[in-house]
């Protein structure tokens, strides 16, 4: 089994920064790319933004700018550097990773069980 771990979310100020981190465990041969998605209430989730084990990034259009992603390949750890949060940015984000868990067979992908960031106003 592989098991994803978020922490960091929080409640911040309008403007305020939040870097929350992510990290896999259990049986991984490799991790191809992780990611952010976030979901609020009544909405469905959306990307937020990616990076490959090669460092390769996509960041949806509405964090370019304010938010980094970065990773950790010898921890399988992610990191969300966010910075200028607005409230329409409050959701829970949640961590993938895209994941090969033996030589030679095929990726699975693998979700945290996200963690809450709110943004007041």
């Known amino acids: 089994q592989v098991r994803l771990v978020e922490s960091g979310g929080g409640l911040v100020q309008a403007g305020g920064s939040l870097r929350p981190s992510c990290a896999a465990s259990?049986?991984?041969?490799?991790?191809?790319?992780m990611g952010w998605y976030r979901q609020a209430p009544g909405e469905q989730r959306e990307l937020v933004a990616i990076?490959?084990?090669?460092?390769?990034?996509n960041y949806a259009d509405f964090v370019k700018g304010r938010f980094t992603i970065s990773r950790d390949n010898a921890k399988n750890t992610v990191y969300l550097q966010m910075n200028g949060l607005k409230p329409e940015d409050t959701a829970v984000y949640y961590c993938?990773?895209?994941?090969?868990?033996?030589?030679?067979?095929?990726?699975?992908?693998?979700w945290g069980q996200g963690t809450q960031v709110t943004v007041s106003s």
């Open positions: 993938n990773a895209r994941v090969v868990r033996s030589a030679g067979s095929r990726h699975s992908d693998y």
């Open positions: 259990g049986t991984i041969f490799n991790i191809n790319a």
């Open positions: 990076i490959t084990s090669g460092g390769r990034l």
